[in-house]
Nanobody
Framework: VQLQASGGGLVQAGGSLRLSCTASGGTFSRYAMGWFRQAPGKEREFLANIDWSGGARYYSDSVKGRFSISRDNDKNTLFLQMNSLKPEDTAVYYC??????????????????WGQGTQVTVSS
């Protein structure tokens, strides 16, 4: 499956952005999906994941309560709604697909397919 992330941009602190990740070339609803981010000089960080049906969602402590992951299987699209953005949220954001669903699917090695990333910059 091929993944295409979009929706990044420049936003002021306290603002919101909605990222999208469109899948093609595979059966989107077969996969659990995740969002990660990577800031310059740092390792790729898990943010959130969602199971194939959208019924189970998990978040890292750094974004819990501010970010929301969702999916539309009819449109082969994954979303990340980001609210109350902070300058430390500045990073390249990646979507990923795999077969690991539930608590513990935090490592990058639990995902088989990756999008190209979209830049999010939060100004203070």
């Amino acid at each position: 499956v091929q993944l295409q992330a979009s929706g990044g941009g420049l936003v002021q602190a306290g603002g919101s952005l909605r990222l999208s990740c469109t899948a093609s070339g595979g059966t989107f609803s077969r996969y659990a999906m995740g969002w990660f981010r990577q800031a310059p000089g740092k390792e790729r960080e898990f943010l959130a994941n969602i199971d194939w049906s959208g019924g189970a969602r998990y978040y890292s402590d750094s974004v819990k309560g501010r970010f929301s992951i969702s999916r539309d299987n009819d449109k082969n699209t994954l979303f990340l709604q980001m609210n109350s953005l902070k300058p430390e949220d500045t990073a390249v954001y990646y979507c990923a697909a795999g077969y690991c669903s539930g608590y513990g699917c935090f490592g990058t090695n639990r995902y088989n397919y990756w999008g190209q990333g979209t830049q999010v910059t939060v100004s203070s």
